[in-house]
């Protein structure tokens, strides 16, 4: 058997192995009761609601995944690849194929996602009194996503295909400087362009509110652009607040969700985390990490367009680049799987500190915890999430141990 087909099973199948083990691993971990520190989020009846919920979703999502590597390890096997590429060869142009090629696996993908999302949005989120989605919203969303995916991805994709054909493996310079520019375009155009295409955003009215963010703006040394609250009730009661843009185009945007719901102070204390984040550098640190993975993605990419033998683990008898740099990613996913927790412990470190952040810019950490709790305790997130699931999966550490490091700051700072 092909040695590459050989690492590529294996990982596919040790990795789904892990994940569903992990999946089950925090099924197991739900308490009975909250921990002390957070017992006054719910009362005894919505605290097993929250795990219910918890339960709910930790299911959907191991059949998810489970039916996700059943199907690529079936697809892999009866030549699934070497098929999509014979389809795709309407015409003569190389480039062209490659799209083709790839729009036939973003279809096969999205077609065995979909009863998933269905499921989430429609059932569990609805189940739960999280889903205002309308199945009109869901599916302008839908359509939305893949006319822009259109007609910002698929040039994006034709030129790299063009630079690897051109190029061969020396291409991964000229594809790194293109997609480097491409997203930092769009990072910057979306809050004017891209995201009042999905949702609309209103400047906050002038009020206490306002020129109390305004107020903490100045005193953490953030120049805002312009705050906007966004209607995210459109799609789900669940509450959130977040930054666009670069530069001079940077927003705030609230969801309508977290204006109602929230005081003045807490939003504040949102606010003071979230530009926690921006003056801390976690922003620039995030962006520069992506930038090299990229890098050395592309680079690796342009390696593997030349080993026959990745062609020919998956049954292809010739050696187009689109579906090598498939190939590659499949061969890529082990380590991928190794670098996932990496990222998530450094954003787990960033939110510690921009917490801190928040704390130094406020009277007190009261409002922050304040609306830490209530945040967590509306979306009902789960408060006892196991140590290694935490460890592998979350970006934002759980909330227990927050409001742990919170109140450690607070009673540091008395001394
Ligand atoms: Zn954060």
Known sequence: MNTYLIVILASLILGTGWTLYLEWLNLKSLAPTAP???????????YRKSQDYARAKGKLEMTAQFVSAIATLVFILVGGFPFFDSLA???????????????????????????FSLYRTFVIEARFGFNTTTVKTFLTDKLKGYALGAALGLPLLGALLWFYSILGAAAW?????????FSMTITYLAPAFIMPLFNSFTPLTEGELRDKLQALAKRAGFNVGGIFVMDGSKRSTKANA???????????????????????DEIEAILAHEIGHYRLGHITTGLLLSIAQTGVLLFLMGQALSLPGLFQAFGMHAMPIHAGLVFFL??????????????????????FAADRFAAAHMPST?????????????????????PWYVFFHYSHPPLGQRIKALLTAETRSYV
């Open 36 to 46: 002390p520190l957070l017992a006054d989020i719910h009362d005894p009846l919505t």
């Open 89 to 115: 060869r309407f015409s003569q142009n190389e480039i062209a194929t490659g799209l083709a090629f790839f729009v036939l696996l973003f279809a096969a993908t999205e077609i065995l996602g979909l009863p």
């Open 173 to 181: 310079i000229w594809c790194w400087a293109l997609v480097t520019l």
């Open 242 to 264: 977040f930054f666009t843009g670069l530069g001079s185009k940077k927003r705030i945007a609230l969801y309508d969700t977290l204006v109602e719901r929230h005081d003045a």
């Open 330 to 351: 499949l061969l890529y996913s082990p380590i991928s799987l190794i670098l996932t927790p990496l990222f998530a412990h450094l954003s787990r470190r960033h939110e």
């Open 366 to 386: 009261a409002p922050l915890v304040r609306a830490l709790k209530k945040i967590s305790g509306q979306s009902m997130s789960n408060l006892t999430p196991h």
